[in-house]
């Protein structure tokens, strides 16, 4: 446990540092990124922060809302909205239209609450954000991902039996069909 509080610790001076020196005000769209060592990622908006308890081991939030951290931490990252190229979770909400690989498309709809649907095959899937992309994982046992390329965005698909470390079956165009905000 002594190492967790040592590395709690100094995640909570590093989150202070960041406040101080950047100013962060209700408006700032800025994060901070824990990194765990098992590889997992947990972004927060650095303006919805209070503090991080070390002695309880858990993030305290603006509206008074307390999340125990799952783990014990690797690294934190630092990135505003104005010098990252992670596109967020808001972003991925919505009407894609993805190639299949052999020149055909389908459509994949992203919902709010981490549902997806397709157009081909067995319609229904889950969805979830990883490192700045959205993985699907569909009831087929197909995978796909949807990732932001400059700026631009491509559709990487794994056939079933393959995981998302493995190289992609097809690697195809995607673009946002309902370009409203969500």
């Not at 590395?7 to 800025?30: E, M, N, P």
């Not at 939030?61 to 999340?67: A, S």
């Amino acid at each position: 446990m002594r190492p967790l509080k040592v590395a709690l610790l100094f995640v909570a001076a590093c989150v202070t540092v960041l406040f101080v020196t950047t100013r962060v005000r209700a408006d700032d769209h800025g994060s901070i990124v824990l990194v765990y060592k098992d590889g997992h990622r947990q972004s927060l908006a650095a303006a919805s922060i209070t503090s991080i308890d070390v002695k309880s081991a858990a993030i305290v939030y603006k509206d008074g809302h307390r999340e125990k951290l799952r783990a014990e931490i690797e690294r934190i990252e630092f990135g505003d909205s104005g010098s990252t190229t992670t596109a967020g979770r808001g972003h991925y909400i919505g009407k894609w239209k993805v190639g299949r690989g052999n020149g055909d498309s389908f459509l994949i709809t992203l919902e709010a609450d981490g549902e997806a649907q397709k157009s081909i095959d067995a319609p229904h899937g889950t969805w979830t954000m990883v490192d700045g992309e959205a993985h699907i994982t569909w009831e087929d046992g197909w995978h796909d991902a949807i990732r932001k390329v400059g700026s631009s965005h491509e559709k990487l698909a794994f056939e079933p039996g393959k995981t998302f470390g493995d190289n992609p079956t097809n690697v195809t165009k995607a673009e946002k069909t309902d370009q409203e905000p969500i």
